[in-house]
């Protein structure tokens, strides 16, 4: 049975820091777990994803260069890592799981949050200006 919890979400001033982890359980190295976000009145969008065994990691254009995703397998657990937060960050924070037997191992994981079938409860992160 495949469970995640995320936790970690916090309440910062823009330009501060927020580390979310994502505990799984149930999941081999043939899955990733990706992050997802969603802001009031808005649709649920990824944001970073990456392979349980590391690798294979996107980020949106949003985030690149101010978000970084990790993993720790043998903790069981996918880390988000977010520097130089803005009010357009805040949001809810979601991890999801997907396995992946239709990639070639190591390829770039899904972006699509409809191809994850396995969700987090949801952690929340609020950026004060």
């Known amino acids: 049975q495949v469970q995640l919890a995320e936790s970690g979400g916090d309440s910062v001033q823009a330009g501060g820091f927020v580390r979310l982890s994502c505990v799984y359980s149930?999941?081999?190295?043939?899955?990733?777990i990706g992050w997802f976000r969603q802001a009031p009145g808005k649709d649920r969008e990824g944001v970073t994803a990456?392979?349980?065994?590391?690798?294979?990691?996107y980020y949106a254009d949003s985030v690149k260069g101010r978000f970084t995703i990790s993993q720790n397998q043998a903790k069981q657990t996918v880390y988000l890592d977010m520097n130089n937060l803005k009010s357009e960050d805040a949001g809810e924070y979601y991890c999801?799981?997907?396995?992946?037997?239709?990639?070639?191992?190591?390829?770039?994981?899904?972006?699509?949050?409809?191809?994850?079938?396995?969700w987090g409860q949801g952690t929340q992160v609020t950026v004060s200006s």
């Open positions: 999801a799981a997907v396995y992946t037997s239709n990639l070639p191992y190591g390829g770039t994981c899904p972006r699509g949050r409809n191809e994850y079938g396995y």
């Open positions: 990456i392979w349980t065994s590391g690798g294979g990691a």
């Open positions: 149930g999941i081999s190295h043939r899955y990733c």
